[in-house]
């Protein structure tokens, strides 16, 4: 298991370090959540922090990078492989375009698969075809995702191998434009709390990391200095 020091929970949670309580304390990973594929059971991206994530860069110009995606499937279509950037791809004329994509290693410096959700801002044709073996690539989860202000509403996640190039199509699309923010599940894993007595406030160790839904017995608010009394929470 991983042990996590969090000195800032205050600064992170956006709240006060008297709110915080205390700000000296271990988190402990779950066994089983440093491991890189999509989880078991991940059915949703949605009203996750990566979402919230993944529009941050969405809305800031200076993560905007303009790309003009090739006109047929090509191993040298431009690239997208920088991590946290929003591209705006500029597609031929009513029709499909592709761009690369190589994952790197996030979860540890040895892991050889990595999850990866691309956010995109229209519900359009978007296909993964690993170039070593030309197979499109199954896709995990799939679905619109509502985050206030935001102009990505689709993601896709996939597991990809490290290192290897991928070909992603997509297209066509109104205005022959679409934006495109991919994401690494192993950055943005939402924390989840054991919430044992029921009042819907956790306890802060130990943490729990996912990157979808809470687990059976899991919040994400956290601060409860009494968790088997749920008349005892907040503090």
Do not use: W
Request: contains cysteine; negative net charge.
């Amino acid at each position: 298991m991983k042990m996590l020091k969090q000195t800032l929970c205050g600064a992170l949670l956006g709240l006060s370090l008297a709110a915080c309580g205390p700000t000296d304390e271990v988190e402990q990973e779950s066994a089983g959540q440093s491991e890189a594929p999509l989880e078991a059971g991940c059915v949703s991206v949605d009203d996750t922090l990566m979402t919230t994530h993944a529009c941050t860069h969405a809305s800031n110009g200076a993560d905007n990078v303009n790309v003009t995606a090739s006109a047929t499937r090509i191993a040298t279509a431009p690239d997208i492989s920088t991590r946290h950037k929003h591209y705006t791809l500029n597609l031929p004329s009513g029709a499909e375009g592709s761009v690369t994509f190589t994952p790197v290693a996030v979860t540890s410096g040895t892991s050889t698969v990595e999850s990866i959700s691309f956010y995109l801002s229209q519900n359009v044709a978007f296909t993964v075809v690993d170039t070593t073996t030309s197979a499109t690539v199954s896709t995990l989860v799939s679905e619109s995702v509502s985050e206030t202000a935001c102009s990505l509403t689709q993601a896709r996640v996939y597991d990809l191998v490290v290192g290897r190039e991928y070909i992603l199509a997509t297209g066509p699309a109104t205005g022959n434009q679409v934006g495109v923010v991919p994401e690494y599940l192993f950055d943005n894993r939402d924390r989840f709390y054991r919430d044992q007595d029921g009042d819907g406030y956790g306890t802060n160790t130990p943490v729990y990391r996912y990157a979808c839904e809470a687990p059976a017995g899991y919040v994400k608010q956290r601060f409860d200095c009494d968790d088997t009394n749920p008349a005892i929470f907040n503090c």
